[in-house]
């Protein structure tokens, strides 16, 4: 039996969505990977299941379009599609009744649907799967079998991402994030919850990207401390089997201050750098996103994170429905007061809120006040001031849909 795993963007980082499903499906299958941001699809009649990985938002489209395309050729047997934003709006991928969408952790679900087919099954009875006779299915969100993601038969890890120079390796700790902001697709799909991978597995990984030449790891958690203390464990373990490797992380503002002695040890492990998402610097717009967080605890993890060393990488959704032009003026005061400015990419100064489908935010008073227009995976939103989205418009001129974000992970 042979099963085809495609992957359209994972954000220039090699495919973790198709790696951590290989060694699932190998005892049962003869399974082919393809990153089509590095090589040709090869299309195979004789598959008998192609699944989709979809964890971003710009995977959205482009797997839709390639199903799609796949369907013209022919191919009349099931479509898979797997992975965080097919869990956040699986309606969307259901372009006919031979489509299955795998809601939550889908590792396990992807094999137990090879293993339908290949007992000649009902692949629509498997449990955690969408499909048009089954729109209610529950979310799977807890695991007892992990294995190491199988990066073997992937394009070549030096075609993907650097940082200072150096070649990285992207890991996953855990799935999920314990918060519950109300933009987040993280939040979507998981709802609070967290789904953590045992060391062993993470440190397999490890070793096998940097026998792939990995010199650096970008941990992808959407919150290192959503599992407490226990990142830190794993960055010290990662660091006693291979101290020259440096690496980064993704954390809230109010973990610094709650974990503040424990930053001199992820520097001397190898942290260099810190993603944090700011939002904006309005205690209003901290809480129409329900981060539980104000702008003066923002501001004091900021300064903590400054005595560390630590290189901040600062993201922001700088327009959004509850800024105006005045506090837009003082958004550029707070980043030079702050010296944010040193730090900030010049795109975050031009990024929109996304409101893809599916979006708790949506449920948000203020958003149902305002005009929404439906671009099939994402509502595209009217400020109140018009004035807004002119000043937003001529800004980003002709790039507006790249512009917008809902998270760091986006």
């Not at 396990?108 to 649907?113: A, C, G, M, S, Y």
């Not at 967290?194 to 959407?222: F, N």
């Not at 001199?264 to 539980?292: H, M, N, R, W, Y």
């Not at 929109?352 to 929404?372: A, F, M, Q, V």
């Amino acid at each position: 039996m042979k099963v085809q795993l495609i992957s359209t963007d994972e954000v220039g980082f090699q495919p973790l969505g198709l790696a951590a499903v290989k060694p699932f499906l190998d005892p049962h299958a003869t399974v082919s990977l393809f990153d089509t941001t590095q090589e040709e699809y090869f299309y195979d009649p004789t598959s008998a299941l192609i699944a989709f990985s979809v964890p971003t938002f710009g995977a959205i489209d482009s797997a839709v379009k390639m199903a799609k395309e796949i369907r013209q050729k022919g191919y009349d047997k099931h479509i898979v599609f797997y992975n965080q934003y097919a869990t956040v709006q699986p309606e969307t991928f259901l372009i006919d009744a031979q489509c299955l969408v795998v809601m939550g952790e889908f590792e396990t679900v992807l094999r137990d649907i090879t293993k339908s087919i290949l007992d000649g099954t009902d692949p629509y009875a498997v449990d955690f799967v969408y499909s048009t006779t089954n729109k209610y299915p529950e979310k799977k969100l807890r695991r007892t079998e992990f294995l190491a993601p199988d990066r073997s038969s992937l394009p070549a890890l030096k075609n993907y991402a650097y940082k200072n120079g150096k070649l990285v390796g992207n890991i996953e700790t855990m799935r999920g994030c314990a918060h519950g902001c109300t933009y987040c697709s993280v939040f979507a799909a998981y709802q609070k919850r967290v789904v953590k991978y045992p060391l062993e597995a993470i440190l397999e990984d490890v070793k096998q990207l940097v026998a792939m030449g990995a010199e650096h790891i970008t941990v992808i958690d959407a919150d290192f401390f959503s599992t407490g203390k226990r990142g830190i464990k794993v960055i010290e373990a990662i660091h006693n089997l291979f101290p020259e490797l440096t690496y980064d992380i993704t954390l809230r503002l109010d973990d610094v201050i709650r974990y503040r002695e424990f930053f001199a040890d992820l520097k001397a492990f190898g942290c260099v750098e810190i993603t944090s998402a700011f939002e904006f610097p309005s205690d209003q717009v901290l809480k129409e996103f329900e981060k539980k967080i104000t702008l003066a605890e923002m501001n004091e993890g900021l300064e903590i994170l400054r005595q560390t060393g630590i290189k901040i990488v600062p993201t922001f959704i700088t327009y959004n429905p509850w800024m105006d032009n005045k506090q837009l003026a003082e958004f550029g005061d707070y980043l030079k007061d702050t010296k944010l400015m040193e730090d900030i990419d010049e795109m975050q100064l031009k990024t929109r809120l996304l409101l893809y489908k599916g979006s708790p935010l949506l449920d948000n008073d203020t958003i149902k006040s305002l005009e929404l227009v439906d671009k099939g995976t994402y509502y595209d939103w009217k400020h109140a001031d018009a004035q807004v989205d002119e000043m937003y418009a001529n800004e980003v001129g002709d790039n507006v849909d790249i512009k917008m974000r809902c998270c760091i992970k986006g």
